[in-house]
């Protein structure tokens, strides 16, 4: 299902949402929780992804990011 794009590595922290970027590069901005604003982005690793048009691009659990086919109707 899943396609490897880059091996990256990146390792989670807890309180944090982990993203792709325009640029294609990873970053991440802290949560919101409990009335609390987020905070804003910032980068964890630069890659400069090229994204195609009908791929989902994402961080998958080895810390790698990985693209997998959109099902539209």
Same mark, same amino acid.
């Given at each position: *299902? @899943?396609?490897?794009?880059? $091996?990256? +590595?990146?390792?989670?922290?807890?309180?944090? &949402?982990?993203?792709?970027?325009?640029? #294609?590069?990873?970053?991440?901005?802290? *949560? @919101?929780?409990?009335?609390? $604003?987020? +905070?804003?982005?910032?980068?964890?690793?630069? &890659?400069?992804?090229?994204?195609?048009? #009908?791929?989902?691009?994402?961080?998958?659990?080895?810390?790698?990011?990985?693209?997998?086919?959109?099902?539209?109707?």
């Amino acid at each position: *299902m @899943a396609q490897k794009v880059a $091996k990256a +590595g990146v390792t989670r922290e807890e309180g944090f &949402l982990y993203f792709i970027d325009k640029q #294609g590069d990873i970053s991440r901005a802290k *949560m @919101a929780r409990g009335g609390k $604003k987020g +905070g804003k982005p910032q980068k964890v690793q630069k &890659l400069g992804i090229k994204k195609e048009k #009908g791929f989902l691009y994402f961080i998958d659990k080895q810390g790698d990011v990985s693209r997998a086919k959109m099902v539209r109707r």
